[in-house]
C-alpha cells in the first residue's frame, strides 16, 4: 500500500455562507481518502483539512470546513472523484459482486454494498424532455386494478405510471407536457381523448400492434386469407420427402431401419462386406 500525506497550501478560505474571505483557523482534522492505483499498488491519501472561522457576525455558520472542489474530492467523500468515478461505472457495467471482484484485481478494493450505494447515489442520468410517446393499459393486479403507462418511445423507456386510466388522469398528466408532438395510443375512445383536450396539436397515431392486433372487418378477411395460405408450418406438415433409388417416403424408411428383420439384415450384410 502507499500512503501519500497531502494538504492545501491556500492561506484562505471562502465561507459557503455569506462569500466573506477567512484566513483564521479554528482546528486542523486529518481525512483518510483512497484514490487510483499506482504502479499496482493500493493507494491511501492522508488529507490535512481545516476549519476555519467566520469573522462576519451576521453570519450563521460560525465556523466552516474547507472546500476542495467536487471535481476532486466531494464533501463528506472517502473517495476521490477520479475514483468515485471510475467505480461507479464499473457497478453499471458488471452489478455489484461482479464489479467488486474486478476492483479488487485491479487495486481498487470497495465491497458490492458500497458499489450498491454509489449507483443509487448517482441518480438517473438527465434526459431531455419526450416528445413522441406511447400510452397505453398498464395492470397493476391483472383482472382487477388497472393503471396507464406512458413510454418515451424515442429512448424506448417507461417514463410514468399513472394510478388508472381515466381519461381525466392522463389529461392532467398530458397538460403539463406541451413539448410533446406525437402520441400513440391504442384505439380506444379514452386515451384519444384525453390527447385531444390536452395537446390538440400533437398527432395522434394508432401503434403498430393495435392495429394489426384489431384491423377493420373489410380487410380482415383477405389478411386471414394470405396468412392461412403462406403459413409455412401447415405446408411443411403436409410434405413428405421421398428417397431417389425406391420411392418410399421418409416414414417408411424410418420404419425399416427401427424393425428386427431390417437390422439383422443390416448385420448380416455388414458381416459379408467385413470377410470380403
Known amino acids: 500500500m502507499t500512503t501519500i500525506e497531502a494538504r492545501a497550501i491556500a492561506a484562505t478560505r471562502t465561507c459557503p455562507d455569506c462569500g466573506s474571505i477567512s484566513r483564521r483557523v479554528h482546528r486542523h482534522y486529518s481525512r483518510r481518502l483512497s484514490d487510483l492505483p499506482l ?20 453570519c450563521r455558520r460560525s465556523i466552516f470546513t474547507e472546500r476542495f472542489g467536487d471535481d476532486i474530492i466531494a464533501a463528506r467523500a472517502r473517495r476521490t472523484a477520479r475514483l468515485e468515478n471510475v467505480v ?73 405510471l399513472l394510478p388508472d386510466r381515466e381519461p381525466a388522469t392522463a389529461q392532467a398528466w398530458l397538460a403539463g407536457q406541451p413539448q410533446i408532438a406525437i402520441v400513440a395510443r391504442d384505439r380506444g375512445g379514452g386515451f384519444a381523448l384525453a390527447a385531444s383536450r390536452a395537446l390538440p396539436g400533437a398527432l395522434q397515431v394508432a401503434d403498430r400492434w393495435h392495429l394489426m392486433e384489431t384491423p377493420a372487418p373489410p380487410s380482415s378477411a383477405p389478411c386471414a386469407n394470405r396468412c392461412a395460405a403462406y403459413d409455412p408450418r401447415s405446408s411443411l406438415s403436409k410434405w413428405t420427402p421421398r428417397t431417389a433409388s425406391s420411392g418410399s417416403t421418409a416414414s417408411e424408411t424410418t420404419a425399416f431401419l427401427h424393425s428386427p428383420t431390417s437390422a439383422s439384415k443390416l448385420s448380416s450384410s455388414s458381416s459379408k462386406s467385413t470377410k470380403t
Open 88 to 160: 461507479h461505472h464499473l457497478a453499471l457495467a458488471l452489478g455489484g459482486r461482479s464489479a467488486a471482484g474486478r476492483a479488487r484485481r485491479l487495486m481498487m478494493p470497495v465491497s458490492n454494498d458500497t458499489l450498491l450505494r454509489v449507483v443509487r447515489r448517482g441518480g438517473r442520468p438527465s434526459s431531455p424532455p419526450p416528445t413522441v410517446i406511447g400510452i397505453d393499459d398498464w395492470a397493476w393486479k391483472r383482472n382487477q386494478r388497472y393503471g396507464a403507462i406512458i413510454c418515451d418511445l424515442g429512448r424506448r423507456r417507461p417514463i410514468k
Open 39 to 58: 504502479a499496482g499498488r493500493v493507494v491511501r491519501i492522508s488529507l490535512t483539512a481545516r476549519r476555519f472561522r467566520c469573522m462576519t457576525p451576521t
